[in-house]
């Protein structure tokens, strides 16, 4: 019972319906920095793995590497960056699009790799040139792969900037470190729980991305799979 | 920070014990829920696979619990297991590697092709035998494709545990974090990469012996 009543107390708080400690705030917060992270891991990532998937040159290393990524700690990166570059949103960004790019650099090799060779084969005999091929044909093949690669890189990007509070940083991290610090466990938890809420949300988003928004041919190939 | 080298090697020479101790008490606290993660998991995936219908809602459970961030799952915690426990930090991980091992046990146990099925059927194999000699050494590709995964994210992430005071290497990350001292950073990222890599390394090893006919990487989740 207690724990309903500490969420009421988190939610109705006066701190955090205004002002810069407010739940709204925060949200909007731990979003901007979240999707700046991904934005750059996407921009860095899918160009490289659609190329690389696509003149199957680096395959082994590539996923070597994102293997190895995945064990770099984050709270790690976060406090060296911090030490080197000072408290800003680069330090948290530096991490976070490590920890980004690698799920989305899989998916797009892997898509493109995934596309059906007689496809590919049939494009280039119809007259298509590399550059074409790559984007009107093996693009749309990889689409379900590479939302899926979103999706994962998304949710781990969401529960993982909570870290950047640790570092002075604001987002939802900031109720949980707080909350932690100061022993007020509703702070925590309610935190906890908006940071869950938008993982969820995220899911869902691309759960519905991938029913309506994929080209049509793929999206019935998607589901039969 | 102008001044300070990104390493003080000395700083490293003399705290060898300490590295030690931090990194042994890591690996427990990382790959310890990694091992119940696959015990739970390989029954509960045999179930999913026999009754399909168990698994769409146990997988919804589970990409909610992987979206979970950790630090806060540890801080919700302390309050029953207590402050700078191992089990605060140990009982979150399970349920991450577990989430992780699920889908890939289930589709290792799926991933048996019907005929073989049939086949170890005809030659009068009952449902137990054919469980433990054909499908489930189908299945190890899989498990050891999940475990590289498990395992990697979970000696990463104890890291966090840190925070709330128990994250073997991950103490200094704190710790130089509060002194500007960047060189227990740097040591606790070498080590964490080179734990990672060992156990990576090592499950690579384990396929190659239990698995030999899996010559090539099998699908591991992301």
């Known amino acids: 019972m207690n724990w309903l009543t500490w969420l009421g107390d988190f939610f109705t708080a006066a701190d955090h319906r205004s002002g810069p400690d407010s739940i709204a705030h925060r949200v909007s917060e731990h979003l901007v920095l979240s999707g700046e992270a991904l934005l750059f891991a996407a921009l860095l990532a899918v160009p490289l793995g659609l190329l690389i998937g696509y003149t199957g040159r680096g395959v082994t290393v590539v996923t070597a590497m994102a293997g190895a990524a995945r064990a770099l700690p984050t709270l790690g990166l976060v406090t060296l960056a911090v030490l080197f570059a000072g408290v800003g949103d680069t330090a948290v960004l530096i991490p976070l699009v490590a920890l980004a790019a690698p799920p989305l650099l899989v998916a797009s090799v892997e898509g493109v790799r995934g596309t059906d060779p007689d496809v590919r084969d049939a494009a280039r005999g119809i007259g298509l040139t590399h550059s074409q091929v790559l984007r009107q044909v093996c693009l749309p093949a990889a689409a379900p792969t590479l939302l899926a690669g979103f999706r994962t890189a998304t949710v781990q990007v969401i529960a993982t900037a909570t870290v950047a509070a640790y570092v002075g940083l604001g987002g939802l991290g900031r109720y949980v470190i707080d909350g932690l610090a100061t022993r007020k466990y509703a702070v925590t938890v309610g935190g906890a729980l908006l940071v869950v809420l938008l993982a969820v949300a995220a899911q869902l988003f691309f759960a519905l991305l991938a029913r309506f928004a994929l080209p049509p041919g793929v999206r019935a190939q998607h589901r039969a799979r | ?222």
């Not at chain 2, 029953?80 to 590697?97: D, E, H, K, N, W």
């Not at chain 2, 994250?167 to 960047?182: A, S």
Request: hydrophobic share 55%; proline share 7%.
């Open chain 2, 1 to 222: 920070m102008d001044d300070e080298p990104i390493v003080r090697w000395y700083w490293i020479g003399d705290h060898l014990g300490y590295l030690g101790h931090l990194l042994a008490d890591h690996a427990v606290i990382a790959l310890v829920p990694v091992l119940v993660g696959l015990l739970l998991a390989v029954p509960l995936g045999l179930a999913c696979a026999r009754f399909p219908r168990l698994y769409q809602p146990l997988s919804a459970v589970f990409n909610i619990v992987y979206a979970l961030p950790s630090l806060a799952v540890f801080v919700v915690l302390i309050p029953y297991t207590g402050l700078a426990t191992q089990a605060t930090v140990m009982i979150p991980l399970t349920f991450y590697a577990l989430a992780v091992l699920l889908p890939t046990t289930v589709d290792g146990l799926r991933a048996v092709p019907d005929a073989v099925r049939q086949a170890a059927t005809a030659m009068g194999y009952g449902p137990w035998h054919r469980l433990t000699s054909v499908e489930l050494p189908a299945a190890v590709p899989y498990l050891i494709a999940g475990l590289r995964v498990a395992a990697v994210s979970s000696i990463s992430l104890a890291s966090v545990g840190a925070l709330v005071g128990r994250g073997g290497l991950g103490y200094l990350f704190i710790d130089g974090f509060q002194r500007t001292f960047p060189t227990p950073i740097v040591a606790g990222i070498a080590l964490i990469a080179a734990l990672a890599l060992a156990v990576d390394l090592l499950l690579v090893g384990a396929r190659r012996v239990l698995a030999p006919w899996a010559v090539r990487e099998k699908g591991a989740g992301s």
